[in-house]
């Protein structure tokens, strides 16, 4: 029996630097895919801002600075957040196809 491919949210576990790179891949992905990604449950205005926050706040908490630090954790909850919400929409829109859900810079649960 095969499994219907979804979202996968591996994304997750990654450290920071990874993070902010897969989720700058999501959001290159998702504009160059707009004819499919129409409408996403996070405007891609707001995802970009929360991946730059995430990234400013990232050097800003290299230097070890406790206040830094947490803000750093703050803007990586807010990113798994929007990331979260965006796999949903993802989801919602392929229907269960893996090369649309691959079209939107996410990976799928069938080919991990």
Known sequence: MNRTPSV???F???G?????IFANNVFTEMAVN??????PD???AT?????TTLSTSAQAAAGGDHQKVAA????EKQL???LDTEALYVDRISNGDAATILMSGYKDTTSQ
Do not use: C, E, G, R
Request: aromatic share 4%; no cysteine.
């Open 8 to 10: 996968s949210l591996s």
């Open 12 to 14: 997750k576990d990654l």
């Open 16 to 20: 920071i630097p990874a993070k902010i």
């Open 34 to 39: 707009a004819i499919k990604f129409v409408n």
């Open 42 to 44: 996070v405007p891609m």
């Open 47 to 51: 995802l970009s801002a929360k991946i």
């Open 72 to 75: 750093m954790h703050t803007a």
């Open 80 to 82: 798994d957040s929007a």
